[in-house]
């Protein structure tokens, strides 16, 4: 019979935990948690521009203000992402009532420098908007007017 042999301590490995802690650098916030006006300037607003530049809209002009909404008879101001293309004839606003980029939001477009006729609810199926987001359903509304490719 074949004697069975037990390990000694001496050939046992060293536990892990003497091993010191690599220190975890502090992650990063996600760009979507910066104050709201912050991310609107740095972040959405260029990434707007650039993208429907690439798209063949370079002289669109974007805009970031608080104003009115534009219905007859309203006073109440909202944060607006105004886009503006061709002269002024094309335009659209993004209305973000909350002051937030994860609250309601609002889209309206007009032609030829008139107040828009109908505003819309906005991304309203989204719990928690991202930059990428925000930047694809703007497109697929400014698509849905044919305003970015044709049938």
């Known amino acids: 019979m074949a004697e069975e042999t037990t390990p000694t301590p001496e050939t046992k490995k060293p536990a892990a935990a003497t091993k010191p802690a690599a220190a975890k650098k502090p992650k ?3 760009i979507e948690d910066k104050p709201f006006t912050e991310f609107m300037e740095q972040h959405f607003v260029p990434a707007l521009k650039e993208t429907l530049a ?3 809209l370079e002289d669109a002009e974007l805009k970031f203000a608080k ?3 534009p219905i007859a008879g309203a006073n109440e101001q909202c944060w607006q992402v ?3 293309w061709q002269n002024g004839k094309r335009q659209f606003n ?3 009532l909350d002051e937030n980029i994860n609250g309601k939001k609002a889209f309206s477009c007009s032609t030829n420098g008139a107040r828009p006729s109908i505003i819309e609810s906005f991304m309203i199926d989204e719990r928690k908007a991202s930059l ?3 930047i694809m359903y703007t ?3 400014l698509n849905g007017q044919k305003w970015l490719t044709r049938n």
């Open 28 to 30: 990063e916030p996600a």
């Open 54 to 56: 690439k798209l063949g």
């Open 67 to 69: 104003e009115p909404l």
């Open 82 to 84: 105004i886009g503006k």
């Open 94 to 96: 993004l209305y973000f």
């Open 132 to 134: 990428d987001l925000l």
């Open 139 to 141: 497109l697929q509304r």
